[in-house]
């Protein structure tokens, strides 16, 4: 597999790939393929959570690199309210395990405590024998 075709396997449109391959082999002459690499995957990251009416705005590969695009800022890749949706997401993930956490930790405490009720139960049993007869007594 060529470094073009690793680059391409990560850009999230894939359309024109004989205007990509040579926008490519332009840009790789100013930039590393690594690098070129790590900002498609960024971009990628970033364009994921688009919405599907906006994910027609992603730029032609070969517009992406004649453009110079690895170098831009990355924080603009990424829409203020999906960003959000994401950081939500994110946080209501760290919530549902913190209360996972919790709620087993509940569970052992509860198991726990009826182990000891059982035990007391069963000590109390051994001390004292249970009343016989009639209890109208």
Not at 76 to 97: H, P
Not at 112 to 117: A, G, M
Request: some cysteine.
């Amino acid at each position: 597999m060529t470094p073009f075709d690793i680059w391409w396997a990560e850009y999230p449109r894939k359309v024109s790939k004989i205007p990509a391959r040579l926008a490519y082999i332009k840009a790789i002459s100013s930039v590393s393929h690594e690098e070129l690499l790590s900002a498609i995957k960024a971009y990628r990251a970033a364009t994921n959570d688009w919405k599907p009416e906006d994910r027609r705005f992603i730029p032609y590969p070969a517009s992406w690199l004649n453009a110079g695009c690895w170098d831009d800022d990355q924080a603009e890749w990424v829409d203020a309210e999906q960003q959000a949706k994401r950081l939500k997401r994110e946080a209501e993930k760290r919530r549902a395990a913190r209360i996972e956490v919790d709620c087993r930790r509940r569970r052992e405490e509860r198991q726990e405590t009826e182990s000891e009720n059982r035990a007391y139960w069963a000590e109390r049993k051994r001390d004292k024998p249970l009343p016989t007869g009639d209890l109208d007594d």
